[in-house]
């Protein structure tokens, strides 16, 4: 099958949306597809052979933030000359709300045309505006994939029509094997001896997200830490992330700040091995979240995970029963959850147990074959993508359009 | 005068234009539901020839293959209108035979029946996503069909109201479980 991915969002940024589209892309090629991705990104970045770059995108305030986005004249004609070229049974668009790439490819193209929402954000100011504009491109899309079922609800509530749920995907045993750091390890672990308790009880808690984002919650676990450390004096938090450090732990007792180790950005190796050496990997995330990949890679290494009660994170551990969960912003909640799960291995391994079995539904080889199965639901029987002519309107109507 | 003259034609001209780019919307909305029902139709055909092949392959015990052979074969001949039910009835037979693991497990142990649960699997994955998309495109029609200009200047023409495929396709719990 030749397959068509648009990616809305910088290659040479990295994200979410970005490393989902470089994992489904090299799936397929893998399975032996023709795959090729529509990427913004400079000229000079080095691509992987299958991306083709859409030019660079250009930074403008949009939302309440500024977005790296793709749109115009140029970018325009980039997309069609590239649905010409690729001639594509199928093209996939991701996010095709955000007036970047993904609504220019809508706009630009006719027939099978799959599309994924990867973010739940409220209905934006702009969005209303663009209704109409939005409802036309969107009317194209003949299956629409949403990340979970918290994504598809407020599509379903803010677009209309209906979706199926496809979760991201993740490379399980990537994460089931990565060997674990001592250094990252407490005491225990390191000793397999399992229990411990009384005063010199410790662990290691795991915290990976942007230090500086408030949205990830690592304030909400900087208020829960002197709770923990009263009653575990010896465990340790190790934070991997962008961010002020010293910003971070101001709020914390000046004694205390030790237990607290950053590790700045980690790469995807080391994010595995993090992962498979602590004790309890914490996501206090209090909004914004539609899916929780993070939870997902934290299951695949065998870390207990606790995290947030946000609706998307309540899904991906099975309403509580693959991970356990706190209220959301409270770190009284945090802390308690924290001190009992790090007192109890029992209970740690029967986490570690249930969300490696909860997780193989996330594995690529699960979530690919979905996809796919989205892929020939459309294309059975249909015409392969062209350039839309009816869409550049007044000069084909009038005969004028030139080929 | 002229000019006010002008100004009605420019006027007029502009609203033709985007009522045509309206019937160009909905014409490409009703291909669309021609496709998501055409795949549907395939999709639903796939589910009752798996069920039928695995009913008359002898791996299952005879009253199971009885029900399922019904079922199956009631699916595929149903009139028009009599298929929701039909097909909503093959879904129930199929959750009632594949209740249990046990089962599914029985069925990949025989000779080729590795390759049937595969299909399937698939076949009862792929009947709710065919019918999703299909009413997907039902849904946008029908929105843009009760809207007034498309109303008042019948830029429907004669198509058919579009309607939804209303049916139960939960699939059997053994075969839909992720985790394994």
Redesign the interface.
């Known amino acids: 099958m030749r397959i068509g991915i648009v990616c809305p969002y910088s290659w040479d940024v990295p994200g979410g949306v970005q490393f989902h589209i470089r994992d489904l892309a090299e799936y397929f090629i893998g399975l032996g597809h023709e795959v090729s991705v529509l990427a913004p990104a400079d000229d000079d970045t080095p691509l992987p052979p299958y991306v083709v770059s859409a030019g660079r995108a250009v930074p403008v305030p949009y939302n309440g933030s500024v977005a790296r986005l793709n749109f115009g004249f140029l970018s325009a004609a980039r997309v069609r000359r590239w649905l010409h070229e690729g001639r594509f049974d199928v093209i996939h668009i991701h996010e095709p709300t955000s007036p970047s790439l993904g609504l220019l490819a809508c706009w630009a193209a006719q027939g099978p045309i799959v599309a994924t929402f990867h973010t739940s954000n409220p209905r934006s100011r702009a969005m209303i505006a663009a209704y109409a504009i939005l409802q036309a491109a969107l009317e194209k899309i003949s299956a629409r994939v949403a990340v979970s079922e918290y994504a598809r609800r407020t599509l379903v509530e803010h677009l209309g029509g209906d979706a199926v749920v496809i979760p991201n995907g993740v490379d399980v045993d990537f994460f089931a094997r990565a060997e674990p750091r001592p250094e990252w390890q407490s005491e225990e672990a390191r000793s397999s001896v399992e229990g411990g308790g009384g005063r010199r009880a410790g662990g290691t808690i795991g915290f990976i997200g942007r230090i500086d984002e408030p949205r990830k919650g690592l304030p909400v676990l900087m208020r829960a830490l002197p709770a923990i450390l009263a009653a575990r004096p010896h465990t340790r938090l190790l934070v991997a992330g962008r961010g002020d450090e010293k910003e971070a732990v101001e709020g914390l007792p000046a004694e205390l700040r030790s237990r607290v180790e950053f590790l700045g950005m980690i790469s995807d190796e080391e994010k595995a091995r993090f992962l498979r050496s602590v004790d309890l990997y914490v996501a206090p995330n209090t909004g914004g979240e539609s899916f929780g990949i993070i939870l997902v890679e934290a299951m695949s290494a065998g870390a207990p995970v606790l995290a947030s009660d946000l609706d998307a994170f309540a899904q991906v551990l099975d309403q509580g029963k693959a991970g356990e969960l706190f209220t959301n912003e409270d770190a009284d909640a945090l802390a308690e959850a924290a001190v009992r799960l790090l007192a109890d291995p029992g209970r740690r391994a029967e986490l570690r147990e249930r969300g490696s079995t909860h997780v193989r539904r996330f594995d690529w080889s699960t979530v690919g074959a979905d996809i796919l199965s989205v892929y020939e639901t459309v294309t059975a029987g249909a015409a392969a993508v062209a350039t839309d002519e009816r869409a550049t309107g007044l000069r084909a109507r009038l005969g004028l359009a030139r080929d | 005068m002229t000019p006010t003259l002008i100004w009605i034609l420019v006027a007029l001209v502009a609203v033709g234009?985007y009522l045509?780019?309206t019937a160009?919307?909905l014409d490409?909305?009703h291909a669309?539901i021609d496709?998501?029902r055409?795949?549907l139709d395939?999709?639903l055909l796939r589910r009752a020839s798996v069920t039928q092949e695995l009913a008359t392959s002898g791996v299952l015990d005879p009253a199971a293959s009885i029900v399922l052979y019904e079922a199956a074969h009631a699916a595929r001949q149903a009139e028009e209108d009599q298929r929701e039910v039909a097909e909503s009835e093959l879904s129930q037979a199929l959750r009632a035979v594949f209740a249990e693991v046990q089962q599914v497990e029985e069925v990949r142990e025989a000779p080729g029946g590795e390759e049937t649960a595969r299909e399937l699997t698939?076949a009862v994955?792929?009947v709710?996503?065919?019918r999703?998309?299909h009413?997907?495109?039902v849904?946008?029609a029908r929105?843009?069909r009760e809207h007034r200009k498309v109303r008042w200047f019948r830029l429907a023409g004669h198509a058919p109201f579009p309607m939804s495929f209303e049916m139960d396709d939960e699939p059997p719990a053994a075969l839909a479980d992720?985790?394994?």
């Open positions: 234009l045509s780019w160009g919307r490409r909305l669309r496709a998501a055409a795949a395939a999709q698939e994955r792929r709710p996503m065919a999703r998309f009413n997907d495109a849904g946008a929105r843009l992720r985790s394994a």
